[in-house]
């Protein structure tokens, strides 16, 4: 019995990455949110690296700016993507940590970085930034706004709540849940 429940919640652990990372794909920037010294919060735009989730999201940054110190400080951040045309939201939030691997920004190296990275994959200030998921909640609505329109009239006419769509929040880890 025990081993049929731990087989459920890996089955949910990974539905669950795939979910999240179907909702994120495509979506090019996010907006990270760390923790400065004094408990104040300060948002930035990060670039997404369009490729499968696993679990893990990764950003190229440079090794001494404003957010690697935020994230040594507190290693909680927060990511907001939005993709307003599908009608699509998500949050994450996880735990972040600085990566000085060559391999791994070679392997997630784009012709694109070199907008902020002249230098290429030889920059000296060339990291990463890499952020574990703990947990994600999503706001999916339906593609058709003539859906969205009748479901909205509806509410209005019964008196009933308004539901867009789909939202749900997951929790990754040993604890995985979707709820």
């Known amino acids: ?5 731990a087989e459920q919640k890996g089955g949910e652990q990974k539905d669950a990455i795939v979910h999240l990372g179907e909702l994120i794909h495509g979506i090019k920037v996010a907006m990270m949110t760390t923790v400065e010294e004094d408990g104040s919060l300060r948002s930035r735009p990060m ?3 369009d490729r499968d989730f696993d679990g893990e999201l990764w950003f190229f940054t440079r090794e001494h700016s404003a957010k690697v110190d935020e994230v040594e400080h507190d290693h909680h951040v927060s990511l907001a993507y939005s993709e307003p045309a599908k009608d699509r939201y998500v949050s994450v939030s996880g735990r972040c940590r600085l990566v000085q691997d060559k391999e ?3 392997e997630l190296w784009n012709p694109t ?3 902020w990275f002249p230098e290429g994959l030889d920059d000296p200030e060339l990291a990463l930034l890499c952020v574990k998921v703990e947990k994600a909640e999503y706001w999916d609505t339906p593609n058709s706004r003539m859906v969205q329109l009748v479901g909205f009239v509806k509410a209005v006419l019964t008196g009933e709540q308004y539901k867009p769509g789909d939202n749900a929040k997951v929790t990754l880890g040993d604890g995985a849940s979707v709820h």
């Open 1 to 5: 019995m025990a081993k049929k429940k």
């Open 47 to 49: 670039w997404t690296h």
């Open 104 to 106: 791994k920004a070679r």
């Open 113 to 115: 970085l070199k907008a």
